[in-house]
């Protein structure tokens, strides 16, 4: 018999990681997907209840990666679970509503700026500015979810890599519980927003980088105070 390789064992990890995910989890991020679109897109209208069947068949899946899909769904706080009546739709943010979310916001996410300029790594300062480039080559929100859901993902992704750089696990998953990407992209697309997005959130990244905490927290606080303006002069335009 002949000797173990060690070296055969890391091959073989080495393989596993760079295998593809099986096929139940791609059909299950893949059904994931196109049930987040249809609420955002309001094919799914807020408060509508959401049938297991209904977009199995629509869907042409079996009920299990559509009650998979719709577990995940409702820890994003886009459809909600009553006992009897199945799922939901939440509804959408009223205008007070917005106001409240940012209100957390500002509470929340200039503080983890400034702790992110203190306390991130190299590797978490490297990944916030390829976050902020990805942006760059993904159009801003206009039309469908599809057409900006690279967008909306990316700018999640910002301001949680942010919170997770403060070393605040506390605060990262209160930032996260948020979910206002989600729920504020899904109002309506505001358009021209992307280019100002882009801008405040180069600011954000500069001051980080400059390990300077105050003008991390105030360019944060800046960003979140011009997108709820955004955000409540589309409300006053519709």
């Known amino acids: 018999m002949s000797a173990h390789d060690p070296s055969d064992s890391g091959a073989a990890a080495r393989g596993a990681e760079q295998s593809p995910p099986p096929a139940r989890q791609v059909l299950s991020d893949s059904v994931y997907e196109n049930i987040t679109a249809m609420i955002m897109d309001h094919e799914i209208a807020p408060g509508a209840r959401v049938g297991i069947e209904t977009l199995s068949r629509t869907l042409d899946v079996s009920p299990t990666p559509v009650r998979e899909a719709l577990a995940r769904l409702e820890s994003d706080g886009l459809v909600v679970k009553r006992s009897l009546s199945g799922y939901r739709a939440t509804e959408l943010l009223t205008r007070q509503g917005v106001e409240e979310l940012f209100e957390m916001r500002l509470l929340l996410e200039p503080r983890a700026a400034a702790l ?20 760059q080559s993904h159009p801003g929100p206009v039309g469908p979810y599809a057409s900006y859901r690279d967008f909306a ?7 949680e890599a942010i919170t997770q750089a403060a070393h605040r696990p506390l605060l990262a998953d209160a930032v996260e519980r948020l979910h ?31 390990r300077s905490a105050d ?11 011009r997108s709820l303006e955004r955000q409540l002069g589309h409300f006053e335009e519709t």
């Open 215 to 225: 003008r991390a927290a105030k360019a944060m606080a800046e960003h979140l105070t």
């Open 116 to 135: 992110a300029a203190l306390n991130a790594d190299e590797s978490q300062l490297d990944n916030i500015e390829k976050i902020l480039e990805a942006m």
């Open 153 to 159: 993902a990316l700018d999640q992704s910002f301001h």
């Open 180 to 210: 206002s990407h989600l729920h504020i992209f899904r109002l309506s697309s505001v358009p021209g927003a992307g280019e100002p997005t882009l801008a405040e959130h180069d600011r954000v990244v500069r001051s980080i980088l400059r």
